[in-house]
């Protein structure tokens, strides 16, 4: 463990360490951020009110919109001055979320992946080697940064071809490979067509991130590599990686608490569910100092478990990631609403409103948006040059905005 | 070893405290800083017993609720006011007996006079000056003193309020020094400052009071460079917080 004085903190007296960082962070919120003073005032609530941590329940969430609407600084907690890092996200609408660091958040975010990393069996002494898209830009600084932190050596992130890859990944020795679960498994295929042992690789482990690591995928990738897996869950407008990390027990993903205080609620009623129950993970920062967020709904269906690990930690944990509670899908880990394929075909079509369906298909590993389009009367050319210029365009407008790989096909209407 | 949940406190009618929630760990050094008025005394003196408060207070696992200042100095609790308030007519012996009144009847003259040998070994003038009256000592003496005369209670948590005031900075930074050595005997440390970098220095964590509520904490080396910390309470570049929005 990192910190195992917080790591595997009493219970009682980690939620009096929640409970005061929530307080000094609703206050800094109150004070600091016309929103949130808004939000309270609305309800005819006190800071005084909050007197336990499931007083919390009685403020209204944050959601994606509201970041939206607050665009670009409008939830900052600090004068921009004393922000030194300025991050966005996609979001749901054609405005960024953007989120700010003060110096302070900044280190503990590089604590939070020393953690995460630590959790994951890295040391010092260890190689690491980066394959993330470039679509994945906050994984990929996050978690270099957060190896180099702690001391590893670092082979970052590049735009090599995947033998390239595998060939660093064999002579450089790298020890530990961190990727996406559909990269993982893209560059098992890869391996076994220029047959590659695992055995010439000196791979010990694999930190799996940006989505979901679905048992057989896992037992897939263990298998391949001949590795031991570990994952992290995280979403950019909360600190990302950092926010929960497996252990050697495997038995979920720890939260760390001390810093995001969770909550999981009933998506329809916004509730709080009963302890163990699935619902929508809810997320309170606790120690952020540049942008609090208080009740921000993660669009993440998944469960809270409280009893302490078989590794000795007491961090409550994340269950299986089950999906999400809004449309948000995810093409090889990067989070996508319809509504932005919508928008961006709409653009490479000249305007015209497109009818389409898109599902995620897998090649080789690798994850690709299939999106059909109807092909409507007099909205462009019959012609098949033409058609498949359009579609092109199309697919590198996604590839450019969104960083997905993408695979338009045209369907004519009435023809089934 | 001390945890305060949701205090409240009052000076009079006025609400001086509200809602702080914090906790001191065995062992530690933790520093309060805030601006005056922020209500850092006030919370010193409520742990105390000494103004009218609500909230969950527990020391060891004990409730101070509803305890006189006496009987919560005999839970191993003791304040250094600020301004010291020795009693100045009287020479430095007596007024470090006096810290002891509680414990005469329990205890030996002999442990008694182990501690005073202790706060001589932390502060050797002390011993030097034993007959001299207390009020015509400098600054500096009188406020070792002053922690002299807490010791000798044996408190387990010592409480101090404003140890800077008035005092040459060179006299700050020697008696901060001495709550070191103080902790690595065992006593855990409350200190309440308004000179926040010394403070900052000398502790492990810190909380900042603003207006009556705590609006920051975390390590004190962080916080020392907090930049919001830096411009309210290190005397920097300070200026309305909208500006430039």
């Not at chain 1, 609403?337 to 690798?366: C, M, N, T, W, Y």
């Not at chain 2, 430095?92 to 006079?113: D, H, Q």
């Not at chain 2, 308004?194 to 000398?202: D, F, I, P, S």
């Amino acid at each position: 463990m990192r910190q195992p004085e917080i790591e595997a903190m009493d219970r009682g007296e980690m939620e009096l360490l929640q409970l005061e960082r929530l307080q000094s962070t609703l206050t800094r919120a109150y004070r600091q951020v016309k929103f949130y003073r808004r939000q309270f005032d609305r309800l005819g609530l006190n800071l005084d009110d909050i007197r336990s941590l499931n007083d919390l329940a009685r403020l209204p969430c944050t959601t994606r919109g509201d970041l939206s609407e607050n665009y670009p600084y409008g939830l900052f907690a600090v004068p921009l001055r004393d922000i030194v890092r300025i991050l966005s996200s996609p979001g749901t609408t054609e405005k960024p979320l953007v989120v700010g660091y003060a110096v302070p958040d900044v280190k503990l975010w590089l604590e939070l992946l020393a953690r995460l990393y630590v959790a994951a069996g890295v040391t010092r002494e260890d190689i690491l080697q980066i394959i993330l898209p470039p679509g994945l830009a906050n994984w990929r600084r996050d978690l270099q940064a957060g190896a180099e932190y702690l001391g590893s050596s670092v082979i970052p992130p590049a735009t090599l071809n995947f033998a390239k890859e595998l060939m660093v990944m064999r002579d450089y020795k790298t020890s530990v490979l961190v990727t996406t679960p559909p990269l993982a498994r893209h560059l098992l295929t890869v391996m076994t067509r220029m047959d590659l042992d695992p055995a010439a690789l000196s791979l010990k482990s694999a930190l799996l991130v940006a989505s979901p690591l679905a048992a057989e995928a896992r037992r897939e990738i263990e298998a391949g590599f001949q590795v031991k897996c570990a994952t992290a869950y995280g979403i950019t407008e909360v600190m990302g990686p950092g926010l929960a990390f497996s252990c050697g027990a495997d038995g979920g993903l720890h939260f760390s608490e001390d810093h995001f205080y969770p909550e999981i609620i009933d998506p329809e009623t916004g509730n709080p569910v009963p302890p163990g129950a699935p619902g929508e993970l809810v997320i309170t920062t606790l120690s952020t100092v540049a942008f609090p967020l208080v009740r921000f709904r993660s669009g993440d269906r998944t469960s809270l478990l409280q009893e302490p690990c078989a590794c000795g930690r007491t961090l409550a944990r994340l269950g299986e990631i089950a999906g999400r509670t809004d449309p948000i899908f995810s093409v090889g880990g990067i989070k996508v609403h319809p509504d932005q394929v919508g928008a961006l075909i709409r653009e490479a079509l000249g305007g015209h409103p497109p009818k389409f369906s898109h599902r995620v298909v897998s090649e080789e590993g690798l994850e690709i948006l299939d999106i059909e389009l109807t092909v409507e009367e007099g909205f462009f050319s019959d012609e098949i040059k033409a058609l498949e210029c359009l579609c092109r365009q199309a697919r590198r407008h996604l590839a450019d905005h969104l960083g997905i790989n993408a695979r338009i096909t045209l369907k004519e209407l009435g023809l089934e | 070893m001390l945890k305060i949940r949701n205090l409240s406190a009052y000076y009079g009618s006025v609400r001086a405290l509200s809602g702080v929630t914090m906790h001191i760990r065995e062992g530690e050094i933790v520093t309060l800083i805030g601006a005056n008025g922020a209500g850092k005394t006030t919370l010193l003196n409520a742990v105390c017993g000494l103004v009218r408060k609500d909230g969950d207070l527990e020391f060891s696992g004990r409730s101070l609720q509803g305890l006189a200042p006496e009987e919560i100095v005999g839970l191993g609790l003791s304040q250094v006011p600020e301004g010291r308030q020795l009693f100045a007519p009287m020479t430095v012996a007596e007024n470090l007996e006096l810290g002891a009144y509680r414990r005469y009847r329990k205890e030996s003259k002999a442990a008694i006079n182990a501690d005073l040998e202790r706060v001589f070994q932390l502060f050797p003038r002390l011993q030097d000056r034993l007959a001299q009256q207390a009020g015509t000592m400098s600054g500096g003496e009188q406020q070792m003193l002053a922690i002299g005369r807490a010791l000798m209670a044996r408190p387990r948590l010592l409480l101090l309020d404003e140890p800077s005031l008035g005092l040459a900075p060179i006299v700050v930074e020697d008696i901060l020094a001495r709550l070191s050595q103080l902790r690595q005997e065992g006593v855990t440390i409350l200190l309440v400052e308004q000179n926040a970098r010394a403070a900052l220095k000398v502790a492990d964590r810190a909380y900042v009071l603003e207006t009556g509520r705590i609006i920051l904490s975390g390590p004190a080396a962080d916080l020392l460079q907090d930049r919001q910390v830096t411009r309210a309470y290190l005397g920097r570049d300070y200026k309305e917080f909208t500006e430039g929005r």
